[in-house]
């Protein structure tokens, strides 16, 4: 329970840090970033997976790029839902999406628990 709090904290703080990055990016504060990481959260878990059996054969044919587009209009769509959380272009979207996938997969490679036999 305390891994899932702290990666909430963790992705906020990666919203907060995008907004002082990137110019068409922008948070007005913790608490939109924390309900923005949240509902990114929800969001990939329960449309992202449709929307990729939706759009595979289109995935197949770019090769995998598409995901990137899937990934950015999960953001957007955080964006929409979330007052305070302002993302404009697509071009911002997807760079946003790629940095954030990036800060998700350190943390949870870094918080796994270790088997014995992991090395």
């Keep these: 329970m305390l891994n899932t709090l702290l990666y909430f904290v963790v992705m906020a703080a990666a919203f907060m840090g995008l907004s002082q990055l990137l110019p068409g990016f922008r948070v007005t504060g913790w608490v939109p970033a924390l309900w923005g990481a949240v509902i990114f959260a929800i969001v990939n878990t329960i449309l992202k997976p449709i929307l990729f059996v939706l759009t595979l054969p ?10 990137f587009v899937l990934n950015a209009c ?3 769509l955080t964006a929409w839902i979330v007052p305070g959380l302002y993302v404009d272009g697509w071009g911002t979207a997807i760079l946003a999406a790629l940095i954030l996938s990036i800060v998700s997969m350190i943390w949870k490679s870094a918080s796994r628990e270790k088997k014995p036999l992991d090395v």
């Excluded at 197949?60 to 995901?67: Q, R, S």
Aim: charged fraction near 10%; aromatic fraction near 8%.
């Design 74 to 76: 999960m953001l957007k």
């Design 58 to 67: 289109l995935t197949i044919v770019t090769l995998g790029l598409f995901l």
